[in-house]
């Protein structure tokens, strides 16, 4: 602190020159830390402001990947339920698959009883009549050959329910009938 009772009892100007030095020297230092004090508040509002900005941006960044989470969790959720619905459809159709499968072999057994019963009792489709029965209505060589082609794409071994059986049946009436023609 300035000590003015000092510099007014001063008596010499050599002591007035110095204390004037002085007092310009802590003018100016003053002066100093008071331009330096307001650039640090300056920088400190300026820091202030861009760490609000920054935290402005990191809030928005945030509720963007909050939205998107939220979005991306109903969507999942939905694919799921859509999984699950397509899932319970499969699964509806392989078991009326397998209830049809096991209905196709239920009648395919019942008909070979039959067959078997029909064949034992005489009165059966055997070989002949088989042949006669699938080329009843050929009158010409071209729909015998026509018809065999037809049977052949239906009843070979190598198709899903081909009958090999059938398919040797098919074979000789129609070399037969061909020799006939």
Not at 154 to 166: K, T, Y
């Amino acid at each position: 602190m300035i000590d003015w009772e000092e510099i007014i009892k001063a008596e010499s100007v050599e002591e007035l020159k110095s204390a004037k030095l002085w007092l310009f020297q802590e003018n100016m230092r003053l002066e100093n830390e008071r331009r330096a004090l307001e650039k640090e508040q300056k920088d400190l509002a300026e820091s202030k402001d861009s760490f609000l900005k920054e935290r402005v941006r990191f809030r928005d960044e945030l509720e963007e990947l909050n939205r998107r989470t939220v979005q991306e969790r109903k969507r999942l959720r939905e694919e799921n339920l859509f999984f699950d619905k397509k899932m319970a459809i499969l699964q509806d159709g392989f078991r009326h698959l397998e209830e049809d499968r096991k209905s196709f072999e239920q009648k395919k057994k019942d008909w070979a009883e039959e067959q078997n019963a029909l064949s034992q009792k005489g009165t059966g489709t055997d070989g002949g009549n088989i042949g006669e029965i699938l080329f009843r209505s050929v009158s010409n060589p071209l729909g015998l050959k026509k018809r065999y082609k037809d049977l052949v794409k239906i009843f070979h071994p190598d198709n899903l329910f081909g009958d090999e059986e059938l398919s040797q049946l098919i074979n000789k009436e129609f070399q037969k009938r061909r020799k006939e023609e």
